[in-house]
């Protein structure tokens, strides 16, 4: 089977690229001597997460992940190590229980003292990490708030350390920008544990991560573990913030052409918004792709800046570089469109059609959605 012969839209992964991104992390992380921890929230696939896994150089402590559909999947699959990496919520306290008490060790994460006494009054409560906020203003309380030991106490025996996310990253534009970030969020970690070891608590766990910081920090001095995500894929957006570069891109959507409108130096395609995503994160970075980048069928940048202007539901209308030559497209053409941000790109698909480097389809990876 080549990818002339797949239904489309549908997404295709290019396991030489996802190995040589696997690698370049694995190797940023070495120099550290931290542990691993991969985010599987974007892969969703046991079979990417068994080669994240195969660390060539960076010691593996487990996966982290965003949901729990994704815990029972890779649990079912012989994972046992695994970080729930949102706020968790008492009604779900069951089944994280169900889980553990089958054979996995699913951490969870909290930063409210309701919470925390609602895990530590449960039959069979999960180890806990407290989030801690290092910037994005997002889940998590400040590293000096005094609700920490208070959670921490709460918690009691459950209580395993800290975790957090420096999802804010993506505002940087240069590496000089993210070794500053990865150094804040490292701090933010650091005094938080500060004062929950004045406080007399143990810590065994202080993770840290995003792709950015943890592909670029200077130090990780203190940190046990990183957990960083979107590289496995990379994409048009992380490519402009220095993550990955635009060859880096392991996951693109393969798409025909349904019309032409050659007047208007445009092809309408059949990837619309829920095959691509409406992600237009590239219009905060120097080059807009608008919904993504045309590629030809063997993932080439051939056509140049032909970008998809517009997504409706089940329409992509690409408008055609003016400067490129291009070949004729006519009805039923199949092109590969390069994603804005491959983790709400991917999440609308069920499988992967992995190639490896060519156009022949050496295998179909399933992938786990929903919560």
């Keep these: 089977?080549?990818?002339?012969?797949?239904?489309?839209?549908?997404?295709?992964?290019?396991?030489?690229i996802l190995q040589t991104n696997l690698d370049t992390m694995s190797r940023a992380?070495?120099?550290?001597?931290?542990?691993?921890?991969?985010?599987?929230?974007?892969?969703?696939?046991?079979d990417v997460a068994r080669l994240a896994m195969a660390s060539r150089d960076a010691a593996v402590g487990g996966i982290t992940v965003s949901t729990i559909a994704?815990?029972?999947?890779?649990?079912?699959?012989?994972?046992?190590?695994?970080?729930?990496a949102v706020g968790i919520t008492p009604q779900k306290l069951d089944q994280i229980a169900k889980l553990n008490a089958a054979?996995?060790?699913?951490?969870?994460?909290?930063d409210d003292l309701d919470v925390a006494g609602a895990i530590a009054s449960h039959a069979r409560p999960p180890q806990t990490l407290i989030e801690i906020d290092c910037g994005e203003a997002r889940g998590?309380?400040?590293?000096?708030?005094?609700?920490?030991?208070?959670?921490?106490?709460?918690?009691?025996?459950?209580?395993?350390?800290?975790?957090?996310?420096?999802?804010?990253?993506?505002?940087?534009?240069?590496?000089?920008?993210?070794?500053?970030?990865?150094?804040?969020?490292?701090?933010?970690?650091?005094?938080?544990?500060?004062?929950?070891?004045?406080?007399?608590?143990g810590i065994?766990?202080?993770?840290?991560?995003?792709?950015?910081?943890a592909l670029h920090a200077e130090t990780l001095d203190g940190v046990s573990e990183t957990r960083p995500g979107v590289y496995m894929f990379g994409d048009l957006f992380q490519a402009q913030i220095g993550t990955n570069g635009l060859g880096a891109i392991a996951v693109t959507v393969l798409a025909s052409v349904i019309g032409r409108r050659p007047a208007e130096r445009r092809v309408l395609v059949d990837a619309g918004a829920l095959a691509l995503s409406?992600?237009?994160?590239?219009?905060?970075?120097?080059v807009d792709y608008g919904f993504g980048l045309a590629l030809d069928i063997n993932g080439h940048p051939t056509l140049g800046h032909s970008i998809?202007?517009?997504?409706?539901?089940?329409h992509g209308v690409i408008d055609l570089d003016p400067l490129a030559q291009l070949p004729a497209m006519p009805i039923g053409t199949k092109l590969r469109i390069a994603p804005n941000h491959t983790c709400l790109t991917s999440a609308a698909h069920d499988r992967y059609y992995v190639v490896d480097g060519g156009d022949t389809v050496v295998a179909i990876w399933p992938r786990v959605n929903g919560w």
């Design 278 to 286: 409406k992600d237009r994160s590239t219009q905060a970075v120097p």
């Design 204 to 213: 065994e766990i202080i993770s840290v991560g995003s792709s950015p910081t």
């Design 140 to 201: 998590g309380i400040a590293p000096d708030d005094p609700a920490l030991t208070a959670i921490a106490t709460r918690l009691g025996t459950r209580f395993a350390g800290v975790m957090s996310h420096a999802g804010h990253s993506y505002a940087g534009r240069s590496v000089a920008d993210m070794r500053v970030l990865a150094e804040a969020e490292r701090q933010a970690a650091l005094r938080a544990v500060a004062h929950l070891r004045a406080g007399g608590f």
């Design 103 to 110: 054979g996995a060790a699913i951490m969870v994460v909290t």
């Design 29 to 46: 992380v070495a120099r550290h001597g931290v542990a691993l921890r991969p985010h599987m929230k974007t892969a969703k696939s046991i």
């Design 1 to 16: 089977m080549i990818l002339d012969d797949l239904p489309t839209p549908c997404l295709v992964l290019d396991r030489g």
């Design 70 to 84: 994704e815990a029972e999947y890779f649990a079912a699959h012989g994972i046992n190590d695994i970080l729930y």
């Design 308 to 314: 998809v202007s517009r997504a409706n539901q089940e």
